[in-house]
């Protein structure tokens, strides 16, 4: 059976007691042998330390940011900034810079492809972590087609588009295993893509199976065996729900899904 994790993005968890009478004994129970969730970790959103074309942390301040995170805190799960279609040579101010690298989404051109944000993380903050406690990190592909790539709704077909998010979910990876020495056990494909920012602006729920397996087949033909992919990660539980049943009742598509995420 299919047991995806469950990742939450709000550090909130809501119980509601029933009202007891005042000096009532109270007996909770928990049965060690039913599995119902499993967590992870910790986490919490780091790129703030690294946003900006300006680090705003002094070494000495960045050093007891990276002790309070990792070793006070014990966080254990973070998630890295996406790469854009940008020139490389464009440094930080790359935003402005935003278009498609070549027309060919079968051919990745590197050149064309911005890693600033991405380096950036990986230097300000899992580099400075300690040993062995950055293990959770992961990338956020975070397919977007509202400003992150807006020129993807101008292609002539579904497939086309579909091509393209591919192409930007290969080269995310094959960045990450180039720079981390490894293949990542998961990655988040979207985030709000159909509600909230609405990140995959212009195009439909009804393409988050196909959407899946086209960069899940794409990675699994670029010679990545075992990453799978966080859905959906919507603004509301309600949306993230129908996509992950929609997404869960494809097999095709459920083979690359590692965990279900909401917000």
Known sequence: MLKPWIFTTFSCIAVTLLAVPAGAAVAITVDGAQERQVIEGFGATWQSEVFGSNDI???????????????QVGMRIGQTPPLYEAPQSAGA??????????GDAATINWAGFNTWAADQFKSGITDRAPAGKAGG???????????????????????????????????????????????????????????????????????????????????????????????????????????????????????????????
């Open 57 to 71: 942390l002094t070494p000495s301040q960045r050093a007891r940011v990276v002790d309070l995170q990792f070793n």
């Open 93 to 102: 101010n790359f935003f402005d810079q935003r278009a498609n690298d070549n």
């Open 137 to 263: 990190v992961y990338p956020g592909i975070l397919l977007n087609t509202r400003w992150g790539s807006p020129w993807i709704n101008s292609l002539p077909s579904t497939q086309a588009i579909l091509n393209e998010c591919a192409e930007q979910a290969v080269a995310h990876i094959t960045w990450w295993k180039n720079a981390y020495g490894v293949e990542p056990r998961w990655a988040h494909l979207t985030n709000e893509p159909f509600s909230g920012n609405v990140e995959l602006s212009g195009l439909g729920q009804n393409i988050a199976p196909a959407l899946v397996k086209a960069c899940g087949a794409r990675l699994r033909a670029a010679g990545f065996s075992t990453v799978k992919f966080i859905v959906s990660s919507d603004e509301t539980e309600d949306i993230s729900l129908n996509i992950a049943q929609a997404v869960l009742g494809d097999a095709d598509a459920r083979q690359y899904v590692a965990a279900i995420g909401y917000h």
